[in-house]
């Protein structure tokens, strides 16, 4: 929530690349399993793609973007996401996060803890998308008290 | 000589950047260098972890075609460590620099020794006694400062 | 592991520290410190640390860069703490003694790479070994941060968003429920708009 910067060319980069930046930061939350990457990097990368319109648009279009309520939403759905994933093997009687005990038909404990570990990446990944978004819009707001 | 600098260089550098760092938060009067310290501090101690999941002839840990032998591949352990530290530490940031800006905006400067100044002379006028912790030492063996700015 | 390499980004890792702690410009520290961070990235690289560099080079160099240049707009761009000499006298010999201590203590530590080194043999062996057919991950380090080791990833990410809720409840955004939700001063731009009240401001 910068502001506008004046050169258009800035503006009309940043607003192509953000939605890619974005983009990849998925992928790297996706592809975590096969090479580096992860929850923590993916959301990282996400969280930039919505820091750089804020950087570098008018308020107006950055907000449409990414909105400001995404950030405490996106942080407090992923650490629940990741709460729930853990008490799930619970049900099952398992311990907590202990995602092999789940028995789904036709799948193998291996192929259940890899989908667990998928899960709990998509979590992190939300968690940290929206802690790093929520404090550098704390930190830009302009109208504050004092 | 030099056998002795290849096996243990990494430590001496290490050394020389917690020793930067930590001159850097304890000597540096303006709280957004105080912070920087900090970071320079943290990030040395995540290169000395790193570099002790080293090991001769290890590649990055993801296993492939080659198999499961813990000797191909250097210890993931470290790097998980580091890794939930380092977003740790950009929170721990986050926050310092929140604290920062409202500091700066009830007191309109980042210098540390002003702004311990102002909390103690507005909180009791001897000076003697600082409600701050030891991160302020000059905070009561500077009566001058406190008084111009009342 | 390339040594002159690695010698080579440490010299340059002091020096932007050195710098950064020293200039007076705080835009300019902020930049040498992600120059500093983008080079720790590189050495971790160096050492087959793919994920913790990956991580270093999008949070150090990248989101730490940028809450720094925030909340220097926020405040001031000039670093003009009085230097104060005394302090000086205290703190030079307390980070020589620091050096002293640590310089003692790292005799004991293990030569670089050495693959008996007492770390190398504990728990990790078993995670290298089982890691594959326990969960299906080529990559350790994720199966280790969301499957064995996932209790300490929880404690972790519960501390990202309490540090960011800490964040913004000591600025106060929080505690403005009428400016928050939306955009302020935005009335084409309420995308979240299912609150039926206005914006005061």
């Known amino acids: 929530m910068i502001g506008s910067y004046p050169s258009v060319v800035v503006r009309v980069t940043s607003a192509l690349l953000s939605p890619f930046i974005a983009m990849f930061g998925i992928y790297i939350i996706a592809h975590g399993h096969y090479g580096p990457g992860g929850g923590f990097a993916g959301g990282v990368f996400v969280a930039v793609g919505a820091i750089l319109p804020r950087l570098t648009l008018p308020e107006l279009l950055s907000f449409r973007l990414f909105p400001p309520w995404l950030a405490p939403t996106a942080g407090g759905i992923g650490l629940l996401l990741f709460l729930l994933v853990g008490l799930v093997p619970m049900l099952a009687g398992g311990a907590f996060l202990d995602y092999g005990a789940v028995e789904i038909a036709g799948m193998a404990a291996s192929r259940v803890r890899y989908l667990g570990i998928l899960i709990v990446e998509i979590g992190v990944g939300l968690a940290v998308f929206g802690a790093m978004l929520l404090i550098f819009d704390v930190l830009t707001q302009r109208d504050g008290d004092a | ?67 499961s032998d813990p000797a191909l591949y250097v210890d993931p352990l470290p790097h998980l460590l580091i890794l939930t530290a380092i977003v740790v530490g950009v929170g721990v940031i986050g926050v310092a620099l929140s604290l920062l800006v409202r500091l700066y905006r009830v007191h309109g400067t980042l210098d540390e020794a002003v702004i311990a100044d102002r909390i103690a002379g507005r909180e009791d006028m001897s000076q003697e006694t600082t409600p701050d912790d030891g991160t302020a030492p000059s905070a009561g063996d500077d009566p001058g400062a406190a008084g111009d700015d009342q | ?196 009240e206005e914006p005061t401001s």
């Open chain 3, 1 to 196: 592991m390339i040594v002159p390499l690695d010698v080579v980004v440490f010299v340059i890792l002091l020096a932007t520290a050195v710098l950064a702690l020293q200039v007076r410009d705080l835009l300019a520290a902020v930049s040498l410190l992600a120059g500093y961070s983008l080079f720790v990235a590189l050495l971790f690289a160096g050492v087959a640390a793919v994920d913790v560099a990956l991580v270093e080079a999008a949070l150090g160099a990248g989101i730490t860069g940028v809450l720094f240049i925030a909340a220097i707009l926020a405040t001031t761009r000039r670093s003009d703490a009085r230097s104060d000499p005394k302090r000086r006298l205290v703190v030079l010999p307390l980070v020589a003694g620091f050096v002293a201590l640590m310089l003692y203590a790292s005799v004991d530590l293990p030569d670089r790479g050495d693959p008996e080194a007492p770390a190398q043999l504990g728990v990790s062996q078993v995670y290298l070994a089982d890691s594959l057919a326990d969960t299906e991950t080529p990559n350790v380090v994720t199966s280790l941060l969301a499957d064995y080791r996932s209790l300490d990833t929880l404690g972790e990410t519960m501390v990202i968003v309490t540090a960011a809720l800490a964040a913004a409840l000591v600025l106060g955004r929080l505690g403005e429920p009428a400016s928050w939700p939306q955009p302020r001063r935005g009335r084409g731009a309420r995308t979240g708009g299912d609150e039926p």
């Open chain 2, 1 to 67: 000589m030099i056998e002795l600098f290849l096996a243990r260089y990494v430590y001496l550098f290490v050394l020389l950047l917690l020793a930067i760092g930590l001159y850097g938060v304890l000597a540096k009067g303006d709280l957004v260098k105080k912070v920087i310290g900090l970071t320079i501090f943290s990030t040395a101690i995540y290169i000395f972890f790193i570099e002790g999941s080293l090991q001769e002839g290890a590649t990055a840990p993801v296993i492939d075609e080659r198999g």
